[in-house]
C-alpha cells in the first residue's frame, strides 16, 4: 500500500541521488572531450596514470637520447671530413715521395720537394688538431635509459699530433734512398689512418641505427600512453549526451517529485 507522507519525500531524495551521479558522470565527459585526456585526476584511473607517466619519461629520455645522438653524429661527422683531408694529403706526400725517389730527379728539384713535403705534414698536424684528432678520445653518447645498452661507446684513436702517429717524422726527400723510404712510410700511414677512419665509420653507423631504434620506440610508447591517458572522443561523445539527456529528465523527475508533496495536501480539504 502507498504510504503518503509530507515529512519526508522519497521520490525527490531518489531522483536528486539520480542527478548527482549523472551531473558527476557529465562532469566527467564534458572534462575528458574538452581536455582530450581519459586521465585528468589520478581518481580516473591511478593505476593507469602510473603506468602513463613512466612511459612518458621514457619518451622524454628517448627525445632526449635522439638529440645526444644527433650531436654526437654531427661530431663524428666533423672528424670523418678532416680523416678525409688527411687522406687526400697522404697522397699528396706519396706523389712527392715517389718523385724523389727517381733517379732523373736532379738535387735542387728534391729540395723543392722536401720543402712541400714539409709543409704537407704540418698541414696534416694541424687538421688533426682542428678536428680534435690529435689525441687519443673516448666517445660515449647516451641514447636510452636501458643501463650500459643505452650507452653508444667507443675510443677513437689519435691521428697523432700527428706526424709521430703516422710515422711520418724524420722522413726526407733530399736523397734518393730515404724518398724511398718514404714512399713506404706514407704508404704505411694510409693504413693506419684508415683503422681510425673504419672506428670512426662503425660508430657512425652505430648512431645512426641507435636514432632509428629510438624513434621506433619513441612512435610505439607515444601509441601505448595513448591507449592509456588519451580520451575516446566517440566513446565520450556518446556518454556527454546520455548524461544530457538524462540530466534533462532527472530535472524533470525531481519538479515531479517536489511537486507530488503538494498533492497531499487535497486530502485536507
Not at 75 to 92: E, P
Not at 117 to 134: P, W, Y
Not at 181 to 190: D, E, G, I, L, N
Amino acid at each position: 500500500m502507498a504510504s503518503f507522507s509530507v515529512v519526508n519525500n522519497v521520490a525527490s531524495a531518489n531522483a536528486q541521488a539520480n542527478l548527482r551521479t549523472t551531473n558527476v558522470g557529465l562532469n566527467k565527459a564534458l572534462t575528458r572531450l574538452s581536455s582530450g585526456f581519459r586521465i585528468n585526476h589520478a581518481g580516473d584511473d591511478a593505476a593507469g596514470l602510473a603506468v602513463a607517466n613512466g612511459i612518458r619519461s621514457d619518451i622524454a629520455v628517448m627525445n632526449q637520447g635522439v638529440r645526444n645522438a644527433n650531436d654526437g653524429l654531427s661530431d663524428l661527422q666533423v672528424k670523418d671530413g678532416a680523416l678525409n683531408n688527411i687522406s687526400t694529403l697522404l697522397d699528396r706526400l706519396s706523389t712527392l715521395a715517389t718523385q724523389a725517389a727517381s733517379n732523373t730527379t736532379d738535387a735542387d728539384s728534391r729540395a723543392t720537394l722536401q720543402q712541400e713535403f714539409g709543409d704537407v705534414i704540418n698541414e696534416i698536424t694541424r687538421e688533426a688538431s682542428v678536428a680534435g684528432l690529435d689525441a687519443s678520445a673516448n666517445f660515449s653518447v647516451f641514447v636510452s635509459n636501458s643501463g650500459a645498452n643505452g650507452i653508444v661507446s667507443g675510443t677513437i684513436a689519435a691521428v697523432g699530433t700527428t706526424s709521430s702517429s703516422l710515422g711520418l717524422d724524420g722522413l726526407y726527400l733530399t736523397a734518393q734512398d730515404a724518398a724511398a723510404t718514404a714512399v713506404m712510410a706514407v704508404a704505411s700511414a694510409v693504413g693506419v689512418l684508415g683503422q681510425v677512419q673504419g672506428t670512426i665509420g662503425a660508430l657512425e653507423n652505430r648512431l645512426e641505427f641507435a636514432i632509428s631504434l629510438a624513434q621506433s620506440q619513441i612512435v610505439n610508447k607515444t601509441a601505448a600512453e595513448s591507449r592509456i591517458r588519451d580520451a575516446n572522443v566517440a566513446e565520450e561523445s556518446a556518454n556527454m549526451t546520455r548524461y544530457s539527456i538524462l540530466q534533462q529528465s532527472g530535472i524533470a523527475a525531481l519538479a515531479q517529485a517536489n511537486s507530488s508533496t503538494s498533492a497531499v495536501l487535497s486530502l485536507l480539504r
